[in-house]
């Protein structure tokens, strides 16, 4: 699979996820467990969030057990919550957003491969908002798992790290 097909399957994937639960901020992030960091493959906002960019999971060790560990998806309902996880909750508020889930995308060994990222307003999404994210997911986890596997994890010895 071309990177430009997993691009295709990652903006299906938005627009799958526009329809419900809904967002504004949408990125696909690949799990690289040698760093225990995120690289940023898509993004709905390229000018703040461009691909490429690389977050070092200093973010708080409760994010890492529930979505890389135990592979449960993360939900900050509010700006309170989203606070206490990302450094960079500034910019987020600046586009509008103040909500988050991220939904890990399993292999069939049950490895993470990778994480989506939710951004909506505040108070928009709920556990139900969850349950229809993660049912969007599951239905192209396939295609999804091939998108992050089309791109390698072995990267440069210094990785482009996010300014924010």
């Known amino acids: 699979m071309k990177a430009m097909n997993a691009d295709a399957v990652f903006q299906q994937t ?31 906002h390229p000018a703040e969030y461009p691909v490429g960019g ?9 994010w890492l057990g529930t979505v890389i560990e135990d592979k449960e998806p993360f939900l900050a309902p509010d ?4 606070r206490e996880v990302f450094s960079d909750s500034g910019l987020i508020q600046q586009l509008g957003c103040g909500a988050v889930i991220n939904v890990p995308v399993l292999d069939q060994q049950r490895n993470v491969v990778g994480v989506l990222a939710l951004l909506d307003a505040e108070g928009k999404y709920t556990q139900e908002s ?20 089309a791109h390698p994890t072995k990267a440069p010895e210094t990785p482009a790290k996010d300014t924010v």
């Not at 690389?54 to 409760?62: A, D, N, Q, R, Y």
């Not at 969850?130 to 596997?149: G, H, K, M, P």
Request: no cysteine.
């Open 14 to 44: 938005f627009e799958a996820i526009q329809q419900g639960p809904g967002v504004i901020l949408f990125t696909a992030l690949q799990w690289i467990p040698e760093r225990s960091s995120l690289k940023r493959l898509f993004t709905s």
């Open 54 to 62: 690389e977050k070092t999971v200093e973010i708080s060790p409760g």
């Open 79 to 82: 700006l309170e919550a989203l």
């Open 130 to 149: 969850v349950e229809t994210a993660v049912d969007v997911i599951s239905a192209n986890r396939a295609e999804l798992v091939q998108a992050f596997e």
